[in-house]
C-alpha cells in the first residue's frame, strides 16, 4: 500500500524549445495522467538557442516521480529534465508581492515583521503597503502567516526558480 | 537563391521526398490548394474515404503491413476531429502516420471562423506531436521533420496542421537531407552493462519465459529474426501479446500462445510461475498482467523498451534496458555467446514438463455440432483454407477479435493489424483497405463482427471505387458479443442494449456497392462458402451465421490474477470477481 510517507515534493527543472505549445503539453501531459502541479514557473533562459526554462513543483511516490520525469523526457521539445530534489544539492527561490491595508498599530507592526524578514516596501499609501519578498516558499508562507492578521487583502507569488549548487549546469 | 514553389506544392515535394506513394483522405475548403497540386501531379497516389477516421485507420493498415509511414490528408475542422479516434488508435498502439489537415487561414486563427477548429490543442494528447505552420518558409522542414519525429523512437501519429493562406503563399523548397531535429534524439542502442546483467539473469534461470509484444514488430523483419534465433537458442518458452503475434512463429514449438484476459492457460500459467521474465517491446498494459501484486509474484524481471516511460509505469521491473530490440537483441546474442552462457537443462526440462502439463489442458478446446457454426470454428476453417496463401489479417474489436488471435497462426510480423490499446470498432475495414492498397495481389481478410462492422461499414464504397478486393467475414452472433459476455458475468445476464436489433441484410448491402454478398448458416456449407471468397476477385462481404450464445475463453476476469483463470462456461460466472475487479474495464 502507498502510504503518506512515499509522497514526496521534488523540484523539477526543464528546459524546453521556446516554441508555441510547449506549456500546454507540459501542463496537459500533468492532467492527462493525473500528476499534482504545486507550482510551474517558465521564462525563455536562452534567447539564442531559443531555450525556455520550467521550473516545476510536483509531489508523488518514487515510481510516479520516475514517470513523470519519463514522461517529460518524452516530449519532442523537451531538451533535458532534471531532478534538482534528488540530483545534489540545489537553491530554491520564490518571490511574492503582498498587499497589506490598514491604519494604526498594525500598519506599524507590518512594517516591523516586514524588517525582520528583510521585505521591501515597494509600494506605500496611507492606508497600505506593498512588500516584496523573495526566499525559500516556506519563509513566503510564515510572512504570509504573520501578515493575515495585520490586513493582508493580497498576494501574489512567482511560483519557484530553482537551481543546483556548484560549477555543473544543466546543459 | 532557389526556385519558389507554392506552399501546396512544398507539401507534396516534401511528400514525394519522404517516400510516400499514396494518401488517404477527403477534400474540403481548407485543402484545397493541395488537391489542386494533387491533381497537376502523378507521384502520389490519392486514396478516397468516406470518412476520416476511415482516412486514418486505413494509413494505419497501410504502415503495420509495410513498416512505413501511413500519410494522411484532412480538411480544416470536421476533417480533423473526425481523424482524432483514428490518431489516438494509432498513439496506443504506436503506429506511424503522418496527418496533414488544413487550416483556416492564419489571419482567422481563433475567429470562430468556418470549419475552423483548434485542431494542434485538440490533437495534442492524442499525437506524438503536431505542428501549425504558420509561414511557408517552415512547411519543407516542418513536414520532414514529422516523417522522422513518427517514424522512429516509439513510432506515432503526427499532426501537421496547415493554414490555408500558407498553403497558398511562395517559399524555396528545402530537401529532407538539410533538415536536423534540435532535441530529439531517441535512445537506440542500450547500455552494455545492463544487458550483461540481464544475460546472466537468463543464465541462472529456473523458469524462465519471454514475453514480446508489438515493439518487435516495429523493430522490423529482421529483429524479429534475430530475436527468434535467440529465443530458439536460449530453448526458453515465449509468449506474446495481441500486438506482438507474428513476431515470433505461432507454430514453434517454444510459442505459448498469446497471454493475457484471453491468452492462453499455459502461457498465463507459465508467466505467474516463471522466476525470470524477459519482457521485449511490450508495456505490462492492465489486459495483460491482471491483478497487479499478484503478477509474476517470484520473477526477477527485465524490460526492454525503447520509452523509457513504459519502464517502471506498472510494474516495477530489477532490469530497465532502453533501447531499440533490434540494436539490444543483437547485443544480447553476443553477451550470451561470449560467457558461453548454458542454462541448466535439468531445471529446463522439469519446466517444459510442467508447461507441457498445462497445455495438454487443451484451454481452446470448443464444442462443435452439426446445426450451428461456432464462432471458433470459423476461424479455424478461415486459417486451414488461407494459411498457405499470401494472407494479411485484420479486425475489429470484440470476442471475434479474441477467437482470430487465439486461432489464427501467424508466422511472420506485419501480416496481422488489430486495435489493441484503444480498442476501435470500426477499425478492420478500413485497415483492410489501408493493407490491401500496399499489397494489392495479396488476400486481406477483416474478421469482424456485425456489430464493429456497421461502425465504418461506410468504407465499402472506397473498396469499390479503387478495386480493392478485401474480404470481410463477419461472424454474425447478433450481438456486441464482448459487451454481452460481460453483462452474464459481471452483470446477471441483463444484456442491456447489446442486441443487434434491426441488421442490414448483408448480401443485398453488399451488392449495392457492387461487392459479392455471401451467406452461411450450416456448418457444412462453410468451406465451400470461405472457398468462394477466396477466389472471388470482388470484394466480398460474407455473413457467418454463429453461435450467439458462445463467450471467449479462458478469461481472467478484471481484477483477477493470472492462475484465476475461468476456463469454460462451466466456470462457476462471476465468482472470481471483486469489488475492485468490477470498476475495470
Redesign the interface.
Known sequence: MITQQDIRTHTIAVLV?NE??VL??VI?LFS?RGYNIESLTVAEVDPVEKLSRITLVTSGTP?VI??IK??L???????KVADLTVEGPSVTRELALLKVVGTGEKRVESLRIADIFRANVVDSTNESFVFEIVGKPEKLDAFIKLMEPLGLAETSRTGVAAIARGKESLL | MSEQLSGAEIVLKALVDQGVEVVFGYPGGAVLPIYDALFRQNRIRHVLCRHEQGAVHMAEGYARSTGKVGCVLVTSGPGATNAVTGLTDALMDSVPIVCLTGQVPTFLIGNDAFQEADT??IT??CT???Y?VKEPDRLARTIHEAFV?ASTGRPGPVVVDLPKDVLMGKAPYIPASRVK????KPQMKADIALIEQAVELMGKAQRPIFYIGGGVVNSGPSACKLLASFVRSTGFPITSTLMGLGAYPASDQQFLGMLGMHGTYEANLAMHACDVMICIGARFDDRVTGRLDAFAPNAKKIHVDI???S???NV?VDVAIVGDVAHVVEDMIRVWKAKQIRPTQKALATWWGQIDAWKARNCLAYKTNDTTIKPQQAIERLYALTKDRDTYITTEVGQHQMWAAQFYKFEEPNRWMTSGGLGTMGYGLPAALGVQVAHPESLVVDISGEASFQMNMQEMGTASQYRLPVKVFILNNQYMGMVRQWQELLHGSRYSESYSDALPDFVKLAESFGWLGLEVESPADLDDAIKTMIESDKPVLMNVHVDPSENCYPMIPSGAAHNDMLMGPEDTAGAGVSDHGMVLV
Open positions: 524549445d508555441s505549445g500546454a503539453r496537459g492527462g515510481m520516475e514517470q519519463a514522461q523526457g518524452r516530449l519532442v521539445p523537451v531538451r | 494542434t490543442g495534442r494528447q506524438k506531436h503536431n501549425l519525429v531535429h534540435r532535441s530529439y520509452d523509457p516511460s519502464i517502471n509505469k516495477v
